[in-house]
T-cell receptor
Framework: QQQVKQSPQSLIVQKGGISIINCAYE??????FPWYQQFPGKGPALLIA?????SEKKEGRFTISFNKSAKQFSLHIMDSQPGDSATYFC??????????????FGKGTKLSVKP | DVKVTQSSRYLVKRTGEKVFLECVQD?????MFWYRQDPGLGLRLIYF???????EKGDIPEGYSVSREKKERFSLILESASTNQTSMYLC????????????FGQGTRLTVV
């Protein structure tokens, strides 16, 4: 019930291409879905987040697509750049009730964008 | 900008030592968290605190304890360090859940020898 499954584990994309990372969750009580970006030697940084009242959220080249019925959400990086090379984590949490705010993370996707 | 500061970037400790990892946040956040990060396992929650002197166990609390005497400071304690606690430790803080996600420190790479 608490798991968040993330795929793929690693991803290689050519510069200018689209990077797509997928996540699936089990607990229907989750109502906040952030994505974090982590560069080597740094802590994860909040990239973009979505709540289940919308099916898509876009910020610059980054888009989250959310499918509530399938319990899936994905990150799309348009026009991928070498500077996007990092590890990406999806996460899920509850905004109310017990354990609110506790983020359950996927295992991460290492993205490499080739010049 | 939110700042979460962990006291050490790198630590090397001996087996059996008592280890303290300190974390301070400057945004008056109610919630604070300790995670450990291991390759292939992602981030796993050790303990969290939603108020001063309050703490709750996360998914992997065994071998760890925490202390939160002041709102801005959350300490992780390894009572008797073991080699399987060699890991990257990440502290995070967040406002009340309905206002969004957590902000992380830069991490402490702990090696237990």
């Amino acid at each position: 019930q608490q798991q968040v499954k993330q795929s793929p584990q690693s991803l290689i994309v050519q510069k200018g291409g689209i990077s797509i990372i997928n996540c699936a969750y089990e607990n229907t009580a989750f109502d906040y879905f952030p994505w974090y970006q982590q560069f080597p030697g740094k802590g994860p940084a909040l990239l973009i987040a979505i709540r289940p009242d919308v099916s898509e959220k876009k910020e610059g080249r980054f888009t989250i697509s959310f499918n509530k019925s399938a319990k899936q959400f994905s990150l799309h990086i348009m026009d991928s750049q070498p500077g996007d090379s990092a590890t990406y984590f999806c996460a899920a949490s509850k905004m109310s009730g017990g354990s609110q705010g506790n983020l359950i993370f996927g295992k991460g996707t290492k993205l490499s964008v080739k010049p | 900008d939110v700042k979460v500061t962990q006291s050490s970037r790198y630590l090397v400790k001996r087996t059996g030592e008592k280890v303290f990892l300190e974390c301070v946040q400057d945004m008056d956040h109610e919630n604070m968290f300790w995670y450990r990060q291991d390759p292939g396992l992602g981030l796993r929650l050790i303990y969290f605190s939603y108020d001063v002197k309050m703490k709750e166990k996360g998914d992997i609390p065994e071998g760890y304890s925490v202390s939160r005497e002041k709102k801005e400071r959350f300490s992780l304690i390894l009572e008797s360090a073991s080699t399987n606690q060699t890991s990257m430790y990440l502290c995070a803080s967040s406002p009340p859940a309905q206002f969004g996600g957590a902000f992380f420190g830069q991490g402490t790479r702990l090696t237990v020898v």
